[in-house]
């Protein structure tokens, strides 16, 4: 397929190049040009604005936020005036419910097709093609838009007809995640002070009952307490929680959980923790111990 590709950060830079190997042709842009030339080298078109990226069959955006999305959709010469009718904005970022509902009017009204396909998955796995990608929207475009998910993703779930759905799906997958940290964080602190090794700790609980990807990936991220360089930086897992929470509240449900979660987000980043992972959450609990330092 033809394809632009917006939005060459942490995430967008592997799947862009994975559409590229799979055979497509990937014209890209990014805020920053620079971050371009990889991918350049790799056979991609480099697009000097947002509106040449949209002159395929579909394009994908993978922006920081729902600000950055807005401004690459509705800006001056943005998606919205210049994808052809009937081409495809698969957005992949992790945006909120309510601005994934505009984008599918608004992209319906001009004629276009819209897609939420927002991922799960860190930039590792975006890199090695082994995304899980939620998918939503008009089942025609979904199918149409197959091959290219095959290209960024080891799997594609069809959750809806209904974009905002899968925005609502990947916010609750990362209030999940992010609370399995927390609660990691918490176990760890409470062995480690009583004098057990972290390390074999973690080693037990993913070998045994806890024998799943994001015990192991987290567990093994808190016990090595690197979180710089980030894979997924703190202010966006704190973006995703309070976008979990701006959901719930329009649904009026309460998540207690999720609240706190939100909170502990707000301790590391008032500590000087803006360039962190965000499993660095999964530290405090040894900080508020006396057994870690900020
Ligand atoms: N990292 C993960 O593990 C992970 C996993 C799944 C989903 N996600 C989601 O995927 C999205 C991208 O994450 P990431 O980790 O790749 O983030 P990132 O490394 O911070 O990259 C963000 C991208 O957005 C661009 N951008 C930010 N603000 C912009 C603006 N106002 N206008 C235009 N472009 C703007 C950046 O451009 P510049 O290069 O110019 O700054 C960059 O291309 C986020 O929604 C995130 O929540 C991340």
Known sequence: MNVGFIGLGRMGIGMAANLLKAGHRVTVYNRTPAKAAPLIAQGANAAAS????????AVITMLADDEAVDGVVWQDDGIIDHLSPGA???SSSTISVALSQRLSEEHTRVGQRFIAAPVFGRPEAAAAGKLFVVAAGDPVAVQAAGPLFEA???KTFVVSETP????LVKLSG???IASVIESLGEALALVGKGGVDPRQYV???TSTLFNVPVYKTY???IVDGTFEPAGFAAPLGYKDIRLALAAAEELRVPMPL????RDRFMTLLARGGEHSDWSAIGRLPAVDAGIAKN
């Open 50 to 57: 947002v509106a040449h990226a949209c002159q395929g069959d």
């Open 258 to 261: 999720a609240n706190l979660v």
């Open 164 to 167: 905002k759905a899968a925005n």
């Open 219 to 221: 567990g093994g991220l």
């Open 203 to 205: 080693e037990f609980l």
């Open 152 to 154: 960024i993703g080891q």
């Open 174 to 176: 990362n209030f999940l």
């Open 88 to 90: 495809m904005h698969i």
